[in-house]
């Protein structure tokens, strides 16, 4: 136990205190575990508790982004297609295929265009 102990004391900050401390004898006590093993512990759960605090800000900003997104799609006019409307990417008709509306110039493009001209 001394032994363990000791590595513990050298190596103790590289080491995860978690999976160590449920391993050691009932008998020992707290005081007994070197600091360093401890405050590493303690260091990494507050890693821990702001990298999920990030990850939480982040995923809400992406929802209010598309959110936003969403509300500007949704407030737009609406689109009517006659049979004489050209694609502004490639000139061919619109048709009956899949279009997309450009959001600055409300312009007609194929959806296909659209997602080689973003590519």
Do not use: N
Not at 62 to 71: D, I, N
Not at 73 to 81: F, G, K, N
Not at 93 to 102: D, L, Q, T, Y
Request: charged share 20%.
């Amino acid at each position: 136990l001394t032994t363990c102990l000791e590595l513990l004391a050298r190596h103790g900050e590289h080491v995860d205190a978690q999976s160590i401390l449920p391993h050691l004898p009932s008998g020992v006590s707290l005081s007994r575990v070197p600091a360093s093993v401890l405050s590493a512990a303690v260091c990494r759960a507050g890693d821990m508790r702001r990298r999920a605090s990030v990850v939480r800000a982040l995923r809400r900003a992406e929802w209010v982004g598309v959110q936003s997104a969403l509300a500007d799609a949704t407030s737009r006019r609406p689109v009517y297609v006659d049979g004489s409307e050209t694609c502004t990417v490639c000139g061919r008709r619109i048709g009956a295929s899949a279009f997309a509306v450009e959001p600055q110039t409300s312009k007609l493009r194929h959806y296909a265009c659209h997602v080689k001209s973003k590519s």
